[in-house]
């Protein structure tokens, strides 16, 4: 497509940080057509991540995470229409049905339909959760003040973050994680370890190993029963144990779907399988045009970078999408930062001390930092992204070395001083306070 109408009209299907962002794009760069945002939730777009945070512990209000303030949409002349679903898309037609039994005609659609918490059979009920939307932090956040001891089954990082909150609440909290170290896979086994440490002198006991595989409900609470045939009582259970991608409407319509990613498969532009619908965020299995193979990320920041990006590529600017992934958790007073794709023979380096939980786990592949996950070392991340763009050979000894300064790996280029001196550009490396 090169290029929309003034006349024309682009739809967002989703009501999260991709949808609000590609709209936002849309008017930044000048389309002056029609912007309809659909979404089937009752809040205007907000961010997630305080849904499991700030949010949970009542620090935030709605207002602090909505992606933009409400009077933002009619200045942007951004038609929202909340509470609504788009119950299919016929790609011939160009046009979406709506729930309320409407119709639009697009010319340009963009599907940022996310994801949804996976849910586990025989695990339902008054007292399960799981986190997606406002709603279910409320629901959650209502029982916490009441609740006695929340089990959680999974210590992803949403599972861990509400744990953390929970304590804090001084709610008694059992994490069940069937992997042998949890977040080992996202993270490495030394940041899984370390985590059960940090969760455990809080008083969360992180069951690593252990199997729900069953629930009983009673009058007064839930009783799960586990792989290795313990019973445990706990009155509020949390389910966090996945997502599945919102792909219905790309199936119906015939979009094709990346069976290996789940996702709705786009080539590097953000263009499905039908040049006029695009997909975004969560739901987007992207084609990486370094890696060479689809990739589908479930950070916010990307989804919030696919919105600006697609609005470029609707406007016919043909902007590959080659950003690294960025991920952050908030635990207790600890923060983890994880930035970059490693490739399964990356190595791996680490830098700080585990031991003073403090460090950073560097992936390292043909002599490049492809990848980082830090904890409480926020420089290293900003090191790394500035690496990840640039061509720089690094050593494992170097990475390790904390009296190595990192920024001596990027191309020096000379700087001068203001009374003509050239700089090295290398200042003291970082140290854990
Ligand atoms: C509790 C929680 C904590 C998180 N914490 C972090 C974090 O710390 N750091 C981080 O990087 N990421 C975090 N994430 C992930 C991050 O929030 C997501 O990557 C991001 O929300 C993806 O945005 P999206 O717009 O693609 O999808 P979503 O935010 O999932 O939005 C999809 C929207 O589409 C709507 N929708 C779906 N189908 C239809 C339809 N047919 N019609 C109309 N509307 C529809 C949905 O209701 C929803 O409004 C967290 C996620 C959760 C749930």
Known sequence: MSGLSSSSCVVLVGGGVASAAAGAGLRVQGYDGRVVLVSDELHLPYERPPLSKEYLSGKFDVADFQTHPEGWYAENEIEVL???????????????????????????????????????????????????SITDTERLASRLTQSQHLAILGAGFIGCEVAAIAAAQGVRVTVFEPAPVPLARALGADFGRTM?????????????????????????????????????ACDELLVGVGSIPNTELAVAAGLRIDEATGGIATDEFGRTSDPRIYAIGDVASRLHPILGRAIRVEHHDTAQRHGANVAANILGHEEPFSDAPYFWSDQYDHSLKALGHAGP????????SVEDRCFSVFSLEDGRVTAVATLDRPRDLMATRKLLGVPHQATAEQLADEGFDLKALLPQRPRTRPNGARQSGVCPSEACS
């Open 82 to 132: 909340l509470g609504t679903r788009v119950s299919s898309v016929d790609p011939v037609a160009r046009r979406v049905t709506l729930s309320d039994g409407a119709a639009l005609e697009y010319d340009a659609l963009v599907l940022a339909t996310g994801v949804r918490a996976r849910a586990l059979p025989g695990f339902t009920g008054d007292r399960v959760h799981s986190i997606r």
């Open 196 to 232: 059960v440490d940090i969760h455990a002198d809080h008083g969360v006991e992180i069951r690593s190993g252990h199997q729900v595989t069953s629930m009983t409900e009673t009058d007064d609470g839930l009783l799960l029963h586990t792989a290795d045939g313990e019973t445990i």
């Open 345 to 352: 023979d990356a190595t791996t380096v680490i830098r700080g």
